[in-house]
């Protein structure tokens, strides 16, 4: 006997099948209406259809993820790791970048997680340079620029999910996924990047992500490299962070007597020597070397530290013992993670409340006056001790155990500087602490002659020659130029110097600049409003002159220096105005060493004045407490005066008055 079997269509079924599919009444009606398909027949096999497509998503996610965990393999780059900006900015200049139809298009690639403080300042002296060969006059020049300026270059991305790409013969797929994170609160969503490739070995993957890093690192060719400790979001320990990157500095423009500069570097190049670190270690001493540089504001400490930086290659990681968030264990934290090799800068320690821990109060308000008088003579803003920051940060303890303790960095070389040495605590100074102290003063004569020679010495790169044919460096006589062979090697035992000499020719000048006019010519700080070059012997009589006019010992660098700059463009009107910049120098720090002279008299009249009012009350008070005293004793013997004298007067008239009626008596 056949049995027809069909799937339940009664009323009872009707709201069974509308729940289980939404709007299944709906679309059976309207197919049995227009088509005479009765939908309900085919009900089981339409079931079985989505549980086959939910079995087989279900087997093909494991599938995948089954090959994905044995078969691929995976690196995974965060958003709060340096490495994902060396991975975007490599991301950005590939061609499957350009071609993707689904990208993120921003004028930058680098995350706000981590601030590497990427510097455009090469991009835009290249630029500067092209359009200071193309322009035809200052106008036309600083038009350009500011054109370029208002333009930032857009650099492309792939967007979120899966791109497949090509590398080095292998098909690589690169996956970006957005995650929102609540603790990211300075970035609208975190995400993480995924660069996988087919097979067991992650080479390929690690060569890709070496070659990003090293087209990355390699935008900063020779520059120094800042960091600088700080405490990112919600972090609770500061960590570094990569602040700049800036142009070596010459140690020449280092103002500094050369056998100071000389004993400096011979002091590092051994530190640095490979086998220095296992001479110190069979001996059991360990591997640190720390410097203090000292002396008056602007003489040069941090410019020393920055050359020195360049000329071996080193970072330098800024840390400021003054910072309020700054804790002892973010401090130790900060010197644990230091890399084997770099210069770990602390700059004013004696305005980070390293001063006078270990002596009284009236021994540090003794030399309050004097120090900001010296202040004021070299140039310096005077601190004032009335500031509750200037009372704040790492405690004297703190810091010597972190610099040489136990849990304390090895490898690191420890640079510190100070206006005032002699206010620093002797711990501080111990050799071990501090292996080698460098003193800074006030320019002599050989400073300021070299000072001079410095600002308006015709310098390898002051103009851009890019333009300039083989022939035209060859045919043209060339001005007097100073190249990097013409500033002593440190690293050298024998300094090499190469000296060209010129004639004055206006048409040589000119011919070293092609296409640029006479206005762009007189930026020149080495040629006056006439378009006269000067020779090193003219250079040399100027600045012996200009060394003549400024007192030695007086000025620091730093102060000449600014005046030399206002004058870059003639060297003559820098010596005729040196006199009367020195004189109106000393009158201005005259002054401000009255107006300080005045508000310390001003503040001891004060505290005078105070002292003289409390001490009026108590001897006021003493004062009532007395007349309180007086007063009843006083009383007390008015009041028995006055009983004496009732009592008298009582005893008169009683004897008066018997011896008047006697009298009358006998009168009659």
């Known amino acids: 006997m056949a049995y027809n079997h069909t799937a339940p269509t009664g009323p009872s079924a009707q709201p069974v099948l509308d729940a289980m599919i939404p709007g299944f009444s709906v679309i059976s009606s309207l197919l049995s209406q227009q088509l005479n398909i009765d939908l309900s027949a085919y009900l089981s096999y339409l079931i079985l259809l989505i549980a086959l497509t939910a079995g087989l998503k279900y087997v093909g996610t494991a599938f995948m993820e089954f090959i994905g965990n044995h078969f691929v393999s995976t690196a995974e780059i965060r958003l709060d790791d340096e490495m994902y900006n060396y991975l975007m900015d490599w991301v950005s200049n590939q061609n499957f970048s350009q071609r993707t139809s689904r990208f993120v298009a921003g004028t930058k690639t680098t995350s706000n997680m981590v601030w590497t403080g990427w510097d455009d300042d090469e991009d835009a002296q290249d630029e500067s340079d092209k359009e200071l060969e193309l322009a035809n006059g200052f106008e036309d020049y600083w038009t350009g620029i500011s054109r370029r300026s208002k333009i930032k270059v857009l650099q492309y991305t792939p967007s979120d999910g899966t791109h497949l790409f090509r590398y080095k013969g292998h098909f ?10 609540g603790n990211v609160f300075w970035a609208t969503h975190a995400e993480q990047i995924y660069i996988s490739c087919l097979g067991r070995n992650p080479a390929i993957l690690k060569e890709l992500l070496r070659e990003a890093q090293r087209d990355y690192l390699e935008k900063d060719g020779n520059k120094t490299i800042i960091h600088r400790g700080c405490r990112r979001g919600g972090n609770t320990d500061p960590e570094w962070v990569r602040c700049m990157s800036r142009p070596p500095r010459p140690l020449s423009t280092v103002v500094l007597d050369e056998w100071q500069k000389q004993a400096f570097i011979n002091d590092i190049k051994e530190y640095l020597h490979p086998m220095c670190r296992r001479w110190y270690s069979n001996r059991g001493i360990p591997y640190r070397r720390g410097y203090l540089f000292h002396g008056p504001p602007g003489t040069g400490k941090t410019s020393l530290c920055f050359s020195i930086a360049g000329i071996f290659g080193l970072k330098i990681y800024v840390v400021s013992l003054n910072s309020k968030s700054l804790t002892e264990d973010g401090l130790a934290s900060l010197f644990q993670t230091l890399p084997s090799r770099c210069i770990v800068l602390l700059e004013d320690i004696d305005t980070a409340g390293m001063t006078n821990k270990r002596s009284s109060d009236t021994d540090a308000s003794k030399d309050d006056t004097a120090s900001k008088v010296e202040a004021v003579a070299s140039g310096d803003k005077p601190a004032d001790p009335a500031n509750p920051t200037t009372q704040q940060g790492i405690s004297l303890s703190a810091l010597l155990n972190i610099i040489d303790g136990v849990a304390s960095s090895e490898g690191r070389i420890l640079v510190m500087t100070t206006n ?18 460098i003193a800074f003063g006030f320019a002599n004569p050989a400073t300021i002659r070299g000072l001079f020679t410095a600002i308006y010495t015709r310098l390898e790169g002051d103009y851009p020659l890019s333009t300039l044919t083989q022939q035209q460096q060859n045919d043209s006589p060339s ?5 990097k062979s013409t500033i002593n090697n440190p690293l050298t035992t024998t300094p090499t110097t190469t000296t060209t000499t010129t004639t004055n020719n206006n048409n040589n000048e000119k011919a070293l600049l092609p296409n640029t006019s006479d206005d762009l010519l007189k930026f020149s700080p080495n040629a006056s409003a006439d378009q006269n070059a000067h020779t090193d012997a003219e250079i040399a009589e100027l600045a012996a002159q200009f060394s003549d006019n400024i007192p030695a010992d007086e000025f620091t660098p730093a102060e000449i220096q600014g005046f030399l ?11 005729q105005g040196a006199e009367e910049w020195v004189r109106v120098c000393r009158k201005e720090k005259e002054e401000r060493k009255a107006e300080i002279r005045e508000e310390e008299e001003k503040k001891k009249k004060e505290k005078e004045t105070e002292k003289e009012k409390e001490k009026a009350k108590e001897e006021a008070k003493d004062g009532d407490g007395k007349k309180e005293v007086n007063g009843e004793v006083n009383g007390e013997v008015n009041g028995e005066v006055k009983k004496q004298d009732k009592k008298d007067e009582r005893d008169e008239s009683g004897s008066s008055s018997p011896k008047v009626e006697s009298i009358d008596g006998e009168i009659q």
């Open 479 to 483: 001005p007097t130029t100073v190249t």
């Open 172 to 181: 690589l797929s690169f996956s970006r996924v957005q995650e929102e994170k």
């Open 565 to 575: 700059l206002k004058h870059k463009r003639s060297p003559e009107e820098a010596v």
């Open 420 to 437: 005032h040495i002699e206010k620093l605590d002797k711990a501080l100074l111990r050799p071990g602490r501090v292996d080698m102290n």
